[in-house]
């Protein structure tokens, strides 16, 4: 038994039949050729395709024949349609080869390999095509999705939805043992553990190599432990059948207490040596052990340095074996050892990670595999069994039996408008919690599709009423402790399968990879979802790479950010931002808003559960939103200012033509936009002001405008922006205020030539009122006043 009281990880999780000798052959071949596949794709990317900036292109070569063994034994064998996978991210050529092999992959992608329009370095859903389930690249977060995707298949599953004709998936993470580094792994661990999540595997590819060294010893103990306190299934596969084989001769037992006690950077190192290196370290180790000698000597170099390499994660038989031992469907981590480089030159060195072979170690290895010059591309070449037979075999994998990867879900339907009761005083937040308790008590379409989650902010960014209507999700029936016990509490929060909150821990990287996989639940299982997730504004910063991550996946979904900037005044920096508007702008797949009142609150958000729905033109929505109440408006919101609202701004008091100057404000510093501008008034009366909705929906379509402009393609319409600003004078002068930083806003001078005094916040915030914070920073209506006089 080992220390931690379970069953010692290394033994031999033990051999139960023998596995199809043939379909063994067959898979081996198949593995063989995905590794020179590897090997050559990106040979030909770095030596033999023209070079004409003279960067290096690169590929993970070792990192490729680390995983080749598992990836073939899951593809050729395991998966079925209905499973998921997300692949480690340097074995992208090893899945491009795959793909090739079962003809889904063409050859003039492989030729282009990390190059334009070619197969991508990193496997991506949205560049290279459909048979990527997830994409991936930042390490551990393709890992941690697998866990909320499996969480969003239970969440489907016990409603009653998904494809009839489809089983539950496995949803599969191949992990590089070096990714477990990455903190987001363990704080996904924790949450999907508070949901009891169902058929997840990870498979640890656990080479013991990293990009700078060696790993620790007795690390698969850590790991085996991390996972056991979740709840897991931990299977270590580490002796592949060669191995087992010698440990059942005289001295065998021998030979697996030195493996086992073997350091991670020996092991490695020998494993670059060769076989006269593995005997004289052996016998150096057990000088009097005369029947480990005796059998180490059976082995020829050539034979003793195979047997030594055949770990437990470069064995067929062993992975089948290993697969089919999973005993149910708790999540289950598979720690498969390997050896960085198996089966190429550069095996074993440490330096193996960004390493290429030269020319002249591919054409050996070429020549090992039998392969024609010439026929380095040819699906088949240099193996035993004929393409005929290979054609055959591949045609009957299970997992290409339904080739449909990206699934389609019907369209929510989305009511003309949204609408909530208006207070004389309120906040964006506040508006934003009532207009989705107002669909949660309307009990339509919409409302049974909406998802919530929140990393432990639900009350405070205003979800508890919806809760209070819709419940939280639980896979079994929990009753409300203080309820039964009549204890009031304004929270009335009913746990079960039915419920659409799914409560989190505090990890801002768990709600971002929540919200990825809720978002591509139509193309994953064939079920729409309207994921909305609430945090802390300042705190995107905290989840950014999980969002950035989430975004690149083209999942949809809606973020609500709040409370945000220096408004929430008493709070001091820490809990209030500044960059985020910029965020919103510059991040990609990513559409942000900063309304001013709740009546934008609800047309934005009435647009949004559109637009996430747009398959071609959509993308995930941000809206900024803030806890300070200011006096809402009395105006019915026609078409026409709806439809402003959306495209990112309108004239609250148009400017007449040729005014000099304009007042510019976003989210909620209105009110002191509004009071300077009617002390500004009273001296210029043709003065503009203008409210923004979303400077990022703005500035893109003035830019896709500019850039059509360059090229000659455009229509010769005026984006929305230079439509706002074409009654000002050429030299007017405008003065932007946000909560936020300035850049955001400042830009629009560009758009017509106007000067801009930007007003925002540049540095870390202070704790105050919002008087003396507001003055503090500049965007109080004194200081917005004077900018805009001092300008004309």
């Known amino acids: 038994m080992a220390p931690d009281g379970h069953q010692d990880p290394v033994a031999d999780i033990g051999y139960l039949g023998e596995a199809d000798a043939a379909e063994i052959d067959t898979l081996e071949a198949i593995e063989r050729k995905v590794r020179w596949l590897s090997a050559w794709t990106i040979h030909n990317a770095n030596h033999l395709r023209e070079s004409r900036d003279g960067l290096k292109v690169g590929g993970h070569l070792a990192s490729c024949a680390s995983v080749s063994a598992i990836m073939t034994a899951l593809y050729f064998h395991e998966l079925t349609p209905a499973d998921r996978v997300a692949v480690k991210p340097h074995a992208s050529p090893a899945f491009h080869a795959i793909q090739y092999l079962m003809g889904e992959q063409k050859l003039e992608k492989l030729k282009n390999f990390r190059a334009y329009g070619g197969a991508q370095s990193y496997p991506s859903r949205t ?23 499996a969480l969003t298949q239970d969440y489907l599953r016990l409603k009653g939805w998904g494809r009839k004709d489809r089983d539950r998936g496995r949803m599969i993470a191949l992990v590089g043992d070096a990714e477990l580094d990455e903190g987001n792994v363990y704080e996904a661990l924790m949450d999907t553990w508070k949901h009891d999540v169902r058929n997840v595997w990870w498979v640890i590819d656990y080479n013991r190599q ?3 060294g060696v790993v620790n010893e007795n690390l698969f103990r850590i790991i085996g432990r991390f996972f056991r306190a979740v709840g897991w299934n931990v299977l270590t596969l580490k002796y592949g059948s060669k191995q087992m084989a010698a440990f059942a001769r005289p001295g065998g037992e021998s030979l697996k207490r030195w493996i086992n006690t073997c350091p991670n950077d020996v092991y490695s190192a020998l494993s670059f040596q060769g076989g006269p290196a593995w005997r004289k370290q052996i016998k150096a180790d057990t000088p009097d052990d005369a029947a480990l000698h005796r059998l180490i000597d059976s082995y020829d170099d050539a034979a003793l340095h195979d047997v030594m390499c055949n770990l437990g994660g470069h064995d067929i038989k062993a992975l089948l074996h290993t697969f089919k031992s999973v005993p149910n469907d708790k999540p289950t981590c598979i720690i498969a050892y390997t050896i960085k480089g198996w089966g190429l030159p550069l095996a074993g060195h440490k330096d193996n990670h960004a390493g290429l072979m030269n020319p002249q170690q591919t054409e050996t290895l070429r020549q090992s595999m039998g392969i024609a010059e010439g026929e380095e591309w040819e699906r088949f070449a240099g193996l035993d069994q004929s393409p005929e037979a290979l054609e055959r075999f591949i045609a009957d994998v299970p997992f290409l039996k339904d080739r449909a990867r990206v699934l389609e879900a019907e369209p929510v339907p989305v009511p003309e408008k949204l609408t909530f009761k208006r207070a004389e005083r309120g906040s964006t937040q506040e508006a ?32 508890g009423a919806w809760i209070n209507q819709r419940g939280l999700f639980s896979r079994e029936e929990r ?17 079960s399968p039915q419920g659409q909150h799914i409560e989190l821990g505090i990890a801002e990287n768990d709600l971002f990879l929540n919200l990825a996989a809720l978002g591509l639940s139509a193309k994953l299982f064939g079920e729409r979802l309207l994921p909305i997730g609430t945090l802390y504004d300042p705190f995107i910063q905290r989840g950014l790479d999980a969002l950035n991550y989430g975004c690149y996946q083209d999942s949809r979904f809606i973020l609500v950010a709040t409370p945000s900037g220096v408004s929430l005044a008493p709070e001091g920096g820490a809990h209030q931002s500044i960059s985020t508007p910029m965020i919103g702008m510059g991040q990609p797949g990513l559409m942000s808003f900063e309304p001013s009142f709740g009546d934008e609150v609800a047309v934005i958000l009435r647009w949004a559960f559109a637009h996430i729905q747009d398959e071609e033109k959509g993308s995930a929505v941000y809206l900024r939103l803030s806890t300070r109440p200011i006096d809402q408006p009395d105006r019915e919101i026609d078409d026409d200012l709806a439809d402003q609202i959306v495209k990112g701004g309108y004239w609250v ?14 989210g909620a510093v209105a009110p002191q936009a509004h009071e300077a501008f009617a002390r500004l008034r009273a001296d210029f009366p043709d003065a503009g002001l203008l409210a923004i909705t979303s400077a990022d929906r703005l500035y893109n379509d003035w830019q896709r405008l500019e850039r059509a402009r360059l090229d000659g393609t455009d229509d010769g319409r005026m984006a929305h922006v230079e439509d706002l600003f074409e009654p000002l004078a050429g030299d007017a002068r405008l003065v932007s205020v946000i909560d936020g930083h300035p850049a955001a806003v400042a830009w629009m001078g560009a758009v017509r030539g106007h000067s801009v005094a930007p007003l925002g916040v540049e540095t870390f915030g202070q704790c105050g009122d919002l008087i003396d914070v ?12 004077r900018a805009a006089r ?3």
Do not use: C
């Open 127 to 149: 560049k290279d095509g459909e048979m990527v389930d997830f994409s991936t690249g930042s390490v551990g977060l393709g890992a941690a999705l697998t866990n909320f995707a």
């Open 210 to 212: 990293s990009l700078d």
């Open 432 to 463: 934003f919690g009532k207009l989705l308790h107002e669909i949660a008590r309307e009990n339509g379409p919409l409302a049974e599709r909406i998802v919530t989650t929140s990393p432990d902010v639900a009350q405070s960014t205003n979800l």
């Open 479 to 495: 009753a409300d402790e203080f309820k039964e016990r009549k204890v009031p509490s304004a929270q009335k929060w009913v746990r």
């Open 653 to 666: 008091h148009p400017p007449r033509n040729g005014a000099r100057t304009a007042i510019v404000y976003v």
């Open 774 to 785: 507001y003055g503090h920073y500049g965007i109080d209506a004194d200081h917005i006043e």
């Open 790 to 792: 001092r300008m004309l």
